[in-house]
C-alpha cells in the first residue's frame, strides 16, 4: 500500500489538479522543482489570447447565409430518397457546425499549453451561459468563445461590457427583440440575478428598468454583428439601484460594477470551482476586495486565491468533484490517448451532463455533488472502463497499421511529413486491455513511473478499493482508475 | 393501497393561458391580440375556459372524468427566477423560505419507511429535488437495461470510511444506493411486459413513459416516478413551439392512460404536472410571454374526481401584470399526500384546504 503521509508535503499535484484538466508525473515533476509562488507565478505570467487549434472555416458566416445554407439542406433532404426509397439523412449546416465547434473546443483542451486558460474559459461560459439549443447560429458562439479566451484571466469589467453586447448572449437572453415600446426582461433579469448580483439584492422594478436600459442593443441581420438602433432605445428617465437617470445598457452595468456585490458573487463562483464547495465568507470579502479595488484585473485575485491558505490546506486535497469535462479531458491527457475523432468524447460529457456550449438552463451547470447521481456514477465507470481496454501501448512500437482507418471526414490523424519516415513514439492502441495484458506498457505519459508514483498521479488521497502496487503498471492503472477516489481532484 | 405519483415536470415555465384558455374573456383577447388563442381553436369545457385543441388526446380521459384541471395553483409572493421557483415547487417551501427536501421526501417524514435495500423513487430526469431526502431511496436512471448492466460491474465494498470528506462521502453513499437498488429491481424490470400501446417517439418523454409504464406494471414498489418535458421559456415566437409541446404531453399522457387501463393500473396511480410559474398575461413584443405566476396543472388518475377545479384568477384583477393564484400549490401536494399515500402532512400550512380532486 502507498503510504499517504508522505504526500502532504507536495502541493504540485494539487495546484495542478485544480489549475489544469489534471497532470501527468512529468508535470507534477515540473511544478514540484520549482517553488509553490513561482509556480502560481508561471500558471499565470504568459498566455496568449488564441487558441491552438485551427478555428472552423465557417466561423465568417452571418445568420441569413446560414438560414439559406440550412433551407437548402432542408430542401435537399426531401426531395432525395435513398435505394430503399427511404429519405435521404442529409446533415444540417447548424447540427454539423455544432458538432465540429464542440470539437474544436476539446481538442483546444487536450492541445493546449495553458490549460488554465482554458479552464477560466470555462468558467466564463458557466457565468455567462448561452446555448447553441437556442442561439442555433453556431459563428456567434464561436465568437462569444473567443472573447472568453482573451478575458480568461483579463479584465472582469471588460468583460462583462463585451457580454452585454456579445451577439450570442443578445440571441440567448432575448435581448434581440427588446425594444423600447414592449422591453423583454429577460437579460436584465439574469445580469442581475446571475451575472453581478445576485438573488436579494435587486427588485423586480430594476429589473423593469433595466430592461428598458437595454433596448436598441440587436445584432445586423446579415452579418450577425452586434448593432445599437437608437430609435428602439428607451431613452426616458429610469430608476435602477436607486439611481435615476436616462440610463443607457453601459450605465446600468457601470453602476452594477460600482456594486460591492458583483465582485463578490464572481470571488463566490471562483472559489466554489476553483477551492471548495464550502462558502468561507472571510475569504470571498477579501478576494472580492482584491477583485474590487484592482479595476476588476482578474489575475491578481487568481493569484490570491491559489496562495491562501484554504487552497493550500492539505485537507483541501480531493475535496472537489470532477467534472465531466475534467473527467474526460484530464483521463484522455493523462493517458496520452489519441483520439483523432473528438465526437464520441463530447457524447459522454453529454451523458455525464455536461455538454460545452449547452449548458441546461441559464444559471449554467450546478456542478458539485450534483455531478455524482446514480445515473452518471455509473456512466463515469463505464468511460473508465472503456478507456482502460482502449490504453496498451502496441507491442510493435511506433507501428501505427493497427489504428482503424479513418472513416470520418474530421479524422485527422496526423500525416507523416514528407520525406520522413513514420517514426512516431509508441502510442496507445485501441483493443488491447490495460487490466489483463501483462506485458502491457504505457504510453509515453506514464510510462516509466513505479508503481507509488502511478497511483499518486492519479489519485488525490488514499483509495478506497484495494490497490495493489505488486502488480504489473498497467493493472495498477487500472485499479486507481475505477476507485471511486478517481473522480475527486 | 398506496398509490404511485407521476410526476411530469413541465420545464421553462408553462404558459397556462393558452394551456387552459379563458375563451370568452374579453381581457384575454386584450391581452394577447396575436398570441391568443382562437375561440375555434378550443376544446371548450364550460362557457368560460376550453383547452388548447392540441391538447384533444386528453378529452377521453375528461370525459371519463379522471381527468381533473386544477386552476390558477401558485403561491404568494412568487419568484420568477426559474431555479428559484422550481425549487420552491420542489421542496413545498414558502417563497421566502430555503428548503433542501422534496415535497415528496418530506411527505414521508414521518412514516418510518424501509431503510434497507430497495428503491422508493425513480427519477427519469435530471431534475431530483422533489423526492430527494433521508427518507426516501431514490435513484436516477435514463435507461432500465444499462442501468442494471452497470450497477452490476461497480461493487460496492461496506468497510471503507470517507475520513470526513463531503465529496467522497456522497460519491461512496451513491454507489451504495447504485447496488441495493439494482438488487432489488433486476428481476421485476427484466420480466416487465412491454407497453400494450407504443409511445411516440418525438423527443424523450415518450421514452421517459415507456420506463415509467414498465416500472408500475412490472409492481415495483415506489412511490413516485418523475418525468419532464422541457422547453416551455417561450420568451421570444411562443405559438409554434408551445403547440408542439403542448401536443407531445396530451399524445404522451393519453398513451399512458391507456396502457395503466390495459395493465390494470390505472386506479393505483396519480399523474401530476407542474412547471416553476405561469406567463405575464400580456404577451411580449417578441411574440412570446415572460415569466409570470399562477396557472393550471392537470392530475389524472383512475380515483381522480375529474372537472375544473378552484378557480380560473381573473384577467380583471391582475397584480403588477400577473395573475392571483387562487390555489395555494401546497393544498395541492397535501392533498396528494393524504389521498396517495395516507400522509398527513401541511407543508408548513397554517390551515390545509383539501382539494376535491381525489375520490374519496
Not at chain 1, 455524482?372 to 481496454?389: D, K, S
Not at chain 2, 379522471?66 to 417563497?95: C, K, L, M
Not at chain 2, 417578441?286 to 393550471?296: I, K, L, R, V
Amino acid at each position: 500500500m502507498v503510504s499517504w503521509a508522505e504526500r502532504r508535503s507536495c502541493p504540485a499535484r494539487h495546484l495542478l489538479s485544480r489549475a489544469t484538466f489534471g497532470a501527468t508525473p512529468a508535470e507534477i515533476g515540473a511544478v514540484e522543482a520549482m517553488d509553490y509562488t513561482a509556480a502560481v507565478d508561471r500558471l499565470l505570467a504568459h498566455w496568449h489570447p488564441q487558441a491552438l487549434t485551427a478555428a472552423p472555416a465557417w466561423i465568417g458566416e452571418g445568420p441569413a447565409e446560414l438560414r439559406r445554407l440550412q433551407q437548402a439542406a432542408q430542401a435537399e433532404a426531401k426531395e432525395k430518397k435513398g435505394v430503399d426509397g427511404k429519405p435521404l439523412k442529409i446533415t444540417r449546416p447548424v447540427q454539423e457546425q455544432a458538432r465540429e465547434l464542440r470539437n474544436w473546443w476539446v481538442e483546444e483542451m487536450l492541445v493546449t499549453d495553458q490549460p488554465l486558460v482554458e479552464r477560466m474559459t470555462l468558467f466564463w461560459h458557466n457565468h455567462f451561459t448561452s446555448s447553441l439549443a437556442k442561439v442555433r447560429y453556431v459563428p456567434a458562439l464561436y465568437r462569444q468563445n473567443e472573447l472568453f479566451r482573451r478575458e480568461a484571466f483579463g479584465n472582469f469589467a471588460r468583460l462583462l461590457k463585451a457580454v452585454a453586447r456579445d451577439p450570442a448572449m443578445l440571441i440567448y437572453l432575448d435581448g434581440v427583440g427588446s425594444v423600447a415600446r414592449q422591453p423583454n426582461e429577460n437579460f436584465a433579469r439574469e445580469l442581475l440575478e446571475l451575472f453581478t448580483l445576485g438573488e436579494g439584492h435587486y427588485s423586480e422594478a430594476d429589473i423593469k428598468n433595466a430592461a428598458r436600459a437595454f433596448t436598441g442593443w440587436s445584432i445586423e441581420r446579415e452579418t450577425g454583428a452586434f448593432v445599437d438602433h437608437p430609435q428602439q432605445h428607451d431613452g426616458g428617465e429610469k430608476t435602477f439601484l436607486g439611481q435615476s437617470g436616462s440610463f443607457t445598457g453601459d450605465d446600468i452595468v457601470a453602476i452594477l460594477l460600482r456594486h460591492p456585490r458583483t465582485a463578490e458573487l464572481v470571488c463566490e463562483k471562483l472559489w466554489r470551482e476553483f477551492v471548495s464547495l464550502a462558502p468561507d465568507r472571510a475569504e470571498i470579502k477579501r478576494l472580492a476586495a482584491i477583485l474590487r479595488t484592482g479595476g476588476y484585473e482578474m489575475k491578481p485575485v487568481l493569484r490570491a486565491m491559489f496562495l491562501s491558505p484554504a487552497f493550500r490546506d492539505p485537507a483541501s486535497r480531493g475535496t472537489l468533484i470532477k467534472s465531466p469535462v475534467d473527467l474526460v479531458v484530464g483521463s484522455v491527457h493523462l493517458l496520452g490517448l489519441p483520439v483523432p475523432e473528438k465526437t464520441q468524447l463530447v457524447r459522454m460529457m453529454q451523458g455525464l451532463g455536461q455538454l460545452p456550449f449547452d449548458p441546461p438552463n441559464v444559471k449554467g451547470w450546478t456542478g458539485g455533488e450534483s455531478w455524482i447521481t446514480t445515473y452518471t456514477l455509473l456512466l463515469r465507470q463505464q468511460f473508465l472502463r472503456r478507456m482502460i481496454e482502449a490504453t496498451t501501448v502496441s507491442s510493435m512500437d511506433g507501428n501505427m497499421t493497427s489504428l482503424r482507418p479513418d472513416r470520418r471526414a474530421d479524422r485527422k490523424a496526423p500525416a507523416p511529413a514528407e520525406g520522413m519516415p513514420a517514426m512516431e513514439p509508441p502510442r496507445p492502441v485501441e483493443g488491447r486491455s490495460l487490466r489483463n495484458a501483462s506485458e502491457a506498457k504505457l504510453g509515453p505519459t506514464l510510462a516509466g513511473a513505479d508503481p507509488v508514483a502511478l497511483v499518486r498521479t492519479l489519485l488525490p488521497r488514499q483509495p478506497i478499493d484495494q490497490v495493489e502496487t505488486g502488480k504489473a503498471p498497467g493493472a495498477i492503472v487500472a485499479a486507481a482508475m475505477l476507485d471511486p477516489v478517481y473522480q475527486l481532484k | 393501497m398506496a398509490r404511485i405519483l407521476l410526476l411530469v415536470e413541465l420545464k421553462g415555465g408553462n404558459d397556462g393561458l393558452n394551456t387552459v384558455v379563458p375563451y370568452a374573456d374579453a381581457h384575454y383577447r386584450q391581452l394577447r391580440p396575436a398570441l391568443g388563442v382562437a375561440r375555434e381553436r378550443v376544446l371548450q369545457l364550460d362557457e368560460r375556459v376550453g383547452l388548447h385543441e392540441k391538447l384533444e388526446p386528453l378529452m377521453e380521459s375528461w370525459k371519463a372524468r379522471d381527468f381533473a384541471i386544477v386552476q390558477g395553483v401558485g403561491y404568494p409572493g412568487p419568484n420568477r427566477s426559474h431555479f428559484r421557483s422550481i425549487e420552491i415547487w420542489d421542496t413545498a417551501s414558502s417563497s421566502t423560505q430555503t428548503l433542501s427536501e422534496g415535497w415528496v421526501a418530506r411527505a414521508f417524514e414521518h412514516a418510518g419507511r424501509p431503510k434497507g435495500p430497495g428503491v422508493d423513487s425513480i427519477v427519469i430526469d435530471t431534475n431530483s429535488l422533489p423526492v430527494m431526502g433521508p427518507d426516501l431511496r431514490t435513484i436516477v436512471m435514463q435507461d432500465a437495461e444499462n442501468f442494471l448492466r452497470q450497477a452490476q460491474a461497480m461493487k460496492d465494498n461496506p468497510l471503507v470510511s470517507d475520513g470526513g470528506n463531503p465529496a467522497l462521502r456522497h460519491l461512496l453513499a451513491v454507489r451504495r444506493e447504485v447496488n441495493a437498488a439494482a438488487a432489488g429491481l433486476r428481476d421485476k424490470l427484466r420480466a416487465a411486459p412491454a407497453p400494450a400501446q407504443e409511445y411516440a417517439q418525438e423527443g424523450p418523454l415518450g421514452r421517459e413513459l415507456d420506463l415509467a409504464t414498465r416500472i408500475i406494471t412490472a409492481q415495483v414498489p415506489v412511490v413516485a416516478v418523475k418525468i419532464a418535458l422541457g422547453g416551455f421559456d417561450t420568451h421570444a415566437n411562443q405559438a409554434p413551439t408551445h403547440e408542439r409541446l403542448l401536443g407531445l404531453l396530451a399524445n404522451g399522457l393519453a398513451t399512458f392512460r391507456r396502457n395503466m387501463v390495459a395493465a390494470g393500473r390505472w386506479d393505483d396511480v396519480l399523474v401530476l404536472t407542474y412547471s416553476e410559474f405561469g406567463r405575464r398575461a400580456k404577451q411580449n413584443a417578441s411574440g412570446g410571454t415572460d415569466h409570470g405566476t399562477a396557472a393550471p396543472h392537470f392530475v389524472m388518475g383512475g380515483k381522480v374526481t375529474g372537472g375544473l377545479h378552484g378557480s380560473y384568477p381573473s384577467l380583471a384583477d391582475l397584480q403588477d401584470g400577473d395573475l392571483r393564484h387562487s390555489v395555494d400549490f401546497r393544498d395541492v401536494y397535501s392533498t396528494i399526500a393524504r389521498g396517495c399515500w395516507g400522509q398527513p402532512v401541511s407543508f408548513g400550512q397554517r390551515q390545509v384546504q383539501t382539494l376535491g380532486f381525489i375520490a374519496a
